[in-house]
């Protein structure tokens, strides 16, 4: 079932809020002397959700951009959120 869009102050139909839970972390095994390599992982929260690995902070940004302004049918059918 989908959330109900609601109006803002303006009139206009906002879409509903979603939420997302991030893990970060550096990989193991990096030398002291060396930047860490950092990984993340990102979830929806919502019935039927599973967290997806990522190798940089650029890769999540863009998982969120295509999420976010994805059409709600192809949400769905991907088994995201709407």
């Known amino acids: 079932m989908l959330p109900p869009t ?17 893990r970060c972390w550096p990989e ?3 030398a002291p002397d060396q930047q860490p390599v950092w990984r993340f ?7 039927r959700q599973r967290p997806r ?6 890769a999540v940004m863009g998982y969120l ?5 994805a059409p709600r ?3 769905e ?3 995201g959120n709407p």
């Open 6 to 22: 609601v109006p803002n102050q303006a009139g206009e139909i906002m879409q509903p809020a979603r939420w997302f839970i991030m």
């Open 28 to 30: 193991a095994g990096v």
């Open 41 to 47: 992982a990102i979830e929806e929260v919502g019935p």
């Open 53 to 58: 690995g990522f190798g940089s902070l650029e």
């Open 65 to 69: 951009g295509e999420r976010l302004t």
């Open 73 to 75: 049918e192809r949400r």
């Open 77 to 79: 059918t991907e088994g």
